[in-house]
């Protein structure tokens, strides 16, 4: 039997977290699981590419559960070549980023760590390579438990255990969702195969299906941080090692998209009617819409760098399931194919984009921690000057989050506005998601230039620790991101090519390439005409800028460096320095209580029953007390007098032969 380059991968990251586990130094730990890594990523690539240029499908089995009509085998076709390969190279560079970051943990074991990465990463590409739904939830198991660990990592710090507690609680309870669809799907059909589980939800009956797709949604939805499922995000992104969050929101929550595909593109549009279709598709809309919303208006108030980014995280997902949700509603027109592909495309696209921005800044929201120690951006400035390149890899970052051009995030969000018009006109309600879309798309730029301009630009900030120089792997890991960004935005047709194929389709059915990699999409039934050239974008840009910077060299005028002057008021420079809860203070007030914070409800008998749980108050101190007096009372006979000895053996002796003469008769 011949191993698929996957297989081996696969097989390396559990040697390699083997490995880790002999490892005491940081570095040299570092950059063995670098090594691992590495490897498994080339291999894992090769396998990618090969599935994404040719629309074949690699299978390898491993091994046959027959009993259970379950088999685990390797089935990397192009939906899984895709997230493979987005798995395995954002986990890379996050790996190579922590090599320098990891040092901010002296207190703890690197091999911990390492091991529970390597996990963690195996899991995820378990996940996307099997067509079972048996090892599908092992492998979701895997991928949970390890990175519960990670981010529970630090634990001596509580508010990290509490985030770890809302996560492993939350993930879970949608988890157990996906194990009764499983289990149920698995009695009708004897088998946990995908296309098993395909043919049974469509000999069931209307009311089971739509119940059985619901707990998909909820177990995928809160995976992806979808609110109001994903409420975990926020707390456990920022307390995580800074490498971890980037790996958690660039990559893991993308797998909730991937269920979400798996079952509702690739399942329901064979076994459902169109009306049914469309409102499962209609509803993803609407979670997006709503997640979108809520993401982006919240993340603007948040000070904390990187529960800014995790809020923003909940946003872009957003995105992502409201271009899920328009291709999921019309896949089952033939007429609206073109549209349900554009759909489709948009959200393929912004999963790769949003993994590679969003890895990005939470790499560079480490910097900022690590060089600072501190993720309070009211206690952060002028780092500019202290991480150049970490601030220009920022300035990539946070235009990409935006949708500026020419950035890769431009690139997606254009398809996510032109699938949402084009579907607006084939139905009311997603003109709504459309206009949403463009606002969220402003408060996107916002916060973003809060985040920016509170940590990079601005006077230096006086309290807290001085910055400190970050090591090179932390900026090498973001200028690789970060040039990704800039090649993708200018170049997107080589990103969409093999995102097209993912969906089994060609380029030339939704898009004409033209002159420097310009794209126009083609105006099929329903969809609305739009032409988009970036390289001509980016070369007015830098036409606009030599004309400017022409005409102010023109004037010849002397500049000279000199204080800030404060209008002859003794100011220092920290006392004027404009802080992050100073942005869009109005708005924010506005909308201070757009994301709900409900609270726990108190059972009125839980005192009760914590009285009764508690064996400590009413067993085990009373026996404790008595037996301690009981002992206290004996200790009283040992004066040390032989005579008294000697009474108490006479007395020990009498009650023995009262017992025997008790038992024997």
């Known amino acids: 039997m011949v191993c698929t380059n996957v297989e081996i991968a696969f097989a390396l990251l559990l040697v390699g977290a083997l490995v880790s586990c002999c490892m005491r ?10 090594a691992f890594i590495g490897i498994a990523t080339l291999l894992a690539w090769n396998d990618g590419l090969n599935v994404l240029l040719s629309g074949s499908t ?41 090599i320098g970051y990891m040092e901010h943990y002296p207190r703890e074991s690197p091999r911990r760590f390492y091991a529970l990465l390597q996990l963690f990463i ?147 549009p064979h076994i ?30 948040e000070n904390d760098s990187k529960r800014l980014l995790a809020f923003s995280s909940i946003s872009q997902s957003g995105y992502i399931f409201l271009a899920l949700g328009i291709g999921i509603a019309f896949s089952a027109s033939a007429k609206l194919s073109s549209l349900a592909l554009l759909g489709l495309l948009g959200a393929g696209f912004h999963i790769l984009n949003d993994g590679i921005y969003k890895s990005l800044l939470f790499m560079n929201a480490g910097s900022i921690l690590y060089s600072t120690g501190t993720r309070d951006l009211n206690k952060v400035g002028g780092l500019s000057s202290v991480m150049p390149l970490a601030a220009a890899a920022g300035l990539v970052g946070v235009a990409s989050l935006s ?69 090179a792997t932390m900026t090498f890991a973001q200028c690789v991101l970060a040039l990704a960004c800039i090649v993708i935005g200018l170049a997107p047709v080589w990103a969409i090519k093999p995102i097209v194929s993912v969906f089994g389709a060609s380029l030339p059915e939704t898009f004409s390439v033209g002159a420097a990699s310009s794209l126009a999409a083609i105006p099929a039934y329903g969809a609305v005409p739009a032409v988009w050239s970036p390289v001509a974008l980016f070369a007015v840009f830098l036409i606009c800028f030599a004309i400017a ?44 209580k757009v994301y709900p914070h409900l609270p726990i409800p108190r059972l009125p008998s839980i005192k009760r029953l914590r009285s009764a749980l508690d064996f400590d108050s009413w067993l085990y101190g009373p026996l404790v007390r008595w037996g301690g007096g009981l002992v206290d009372r004996i200790s009283r006979s040992h004066a040390g007098i032989p005579q008294l000895y000697m009474v108490w053996q006479v007395v020990g002796m009498i009650v023995v032969l009262v017992l025997l003469f008790v038992l024997i008769r």
């Open 25 to 34: 130094s940081w570095r040299l730990a570092g950059w063995v699981a670098t």
């Open 549 to 592: 910077e022409g005409i102010r060299g023109s004037g010849k005028a002397k500049t000279r460096a000199v204080p800030s002057w404060y209008g002859g008021e003794e100011h220092t420079d920290d006392e004027v320095r404009y802080r992050a809860h100073g942005f869009y203070s109005p708005f924010n007030q506005a909308f201070a």
């Open 272 to 301: 459902g009617r169109q009306g049914e279709i469309m409102t499962w598709g209609t509803i993803i809309v609407f979670l997006g819409t709503l997640s979108a919303f809520v993401g982006g208006l919240t993340a603007m108030k």
């Open 403 to 471: 949708g500026l051009p020419p950035t890769n995030g431009f690139a997606s969000k254009w398809l996510i506005y032109q699938s949402s018009i084009s579907g607006g006109l084939r139905f009311a309600p997603f003109v709504i998601v459309a206009v949403v879309a463009f606002f969220i798309s402003l408060s996107t730029l916002a916060y973003s230039l809060k985040y920016y301009n509170a940590a990079f630009l601005g006077k230096p900030a006086a309290e807290g620790r001085r910055p400190t120089n970050i090591p």
């Open 122 to 268: 195996a899991g995820m590409v378990g996940v996307v390579s099997v067509s079972d739904w048996l090892f599908f939830i092992v492998f979701w198991e895997v991928m949970t438990l390890a990175s519960y660990f990670l981010v529970t990592f630090e634990r001596s710090d509580p508010q990290a255990v509490r985030a770890g507690f809302k996560y492993f609680i939350m993930t879970h309870v949608a988890t157990a969702g996906l194990l009764i669809t499983a289990i149920v799907l698995w009695g009708n059909t004897g088998s946990f195969a995908f296309e098993a589980h395909k043919s049974g939800l469509s000999f069931m009956g209307f009311p089971l299906r739509s119940l059985l797709l619901a707990l998909y949604l909820l177990a995928f939805t809160t995976k992806a941080g979808i609110f109001p499922m994903g409420d975990w995000l926020p707390d456990a992104h920022p307390t995580a090692p800074s490498g971890v969050s980037a790996i958690l929101s660039g990559v893991m929550i993308k797998l909730g998209a991937y269920g979400v595909l798996r079952v509702f593109w690739g399942m329901l």
């Open 58 to 98: 690699i299978q390898g089995p491993i091994a046959a559960l027959p009993r259970f009509g379950s088999q685990l085998a390797v089935t990397l076709d192009p939906l899984s070549a895709g997230f493979v390969m987005l798995i395995t190279g954002v986990s890379l560079m996050a790996t190579v980023y922590s």
